[in-house]
């Protein structure tokens, strides 16, 4: 089975910073690589796909980089309405998927 | 508006079973694949299984977790997917989203989310 490791597991941050949170999978997956948005109560929403693609109607503050094993999800910007719980999630191996452990965001 | 809504979540003991509901409206329900994930609390996603569409066999996988003791089924007829819970343990507990994913994509590319129904298991 393939892991997926987050880090760090909470970050405070204030308005307008830069939020950089990393994802390192158990084995190679390519560029097989989600990023989901969770607020409290709320089912996750998709923000980036396949490493590095923008959805539709995600803010362009959000990004995404990385392929094979370590990837990078960045908020640059950071406003309240960013505070949430944000998941990784690898697809190399469908048709299950495995999700990080999740990045606490919070504003300081 | 394509919209998942699930229904049949409690608190039940553990051994006894429950059987979950989703609801499909505003897409082509028969055409797609879906997938239950759960939650733990405090916890991230995890997938529970799948059942392709009726064109693709209606195959069906499970994690192994509950391998053996949940089943997936769809009524296309009524837009609507299923999840039946035998022998439910504590660690079963959680809350339960019927999803599918990103339309034109190979799958793993979750953009559609039921609000989720919760499951408790306890003594």
């Known amino acids: 089975d393939i892991q997926m490791t987050q880090s760090p597991s909470s970050v405070s941050a204030s308005v307008g910073d830069r939020v950089t949170i990393t994802c390192q999978a158990s084995q190679d997956i390519r560029k097989y690589l989600n990023w989901y948005q969770q607020k409290p109560g709320k089912a996750p929403k998709l923000l980036i796909y396949e490493a590095s693609n923008l959805e539709t109607g995600v803010p362009s503050r959000f990004s995404g980089s990385g392929s094979g094993t370590d990837f990078t999800f960045t908020i640059n910007n950071l406003l309240p309405e960013d505070i949430a719980t944000y998941y990784c999630q690898e697809y190399d191996n469908l048709p299950s998927v495995t999700f990080g452990g999740g990045t606490k965001v919070e504003i300081k | 508006e394509a919209q998942l809504v699930e229904s049949g979540g409690g608190l039940v003991k553990p051994g006894e079973s429950l059987r979950l509901s989703c609801a499909a409206s505003g897409f082509s329900f028969r055409s797609v694949w879906m997938t239950w994930v759960r939650q733990a609390p405090g916890k991230g996603p995890e997938w529970v299984g799948h059942?392709?569409?009726?064109?693709?066999?209606?195959?069906?996988e499970y994690a192994a977790p509950v391998k053996g003791r949940f089943t997936i089924s769809r009524d296309d007829s009524k837009d609507t997917l299923f999840l039946q819970m035998n022998s439910l343990k504590i660690e079963d507990t959680g809350v339960y989203y019927c999803?599918?994913?990103?339309?034109?994509?190979?799958?793993?590319?979750?953009?559609?989310w039921g609000q989720g129904t919760l499951v408790t298991v306890s003594s």
């Open positions: 999803t599918t994913d990103k339309p034109y994509t190979a799958g793993g590319v979750i953009t559609l």
């Open positions: 059942i392709k569409s009726k064109a693709y066999g209606e195959t069906i």
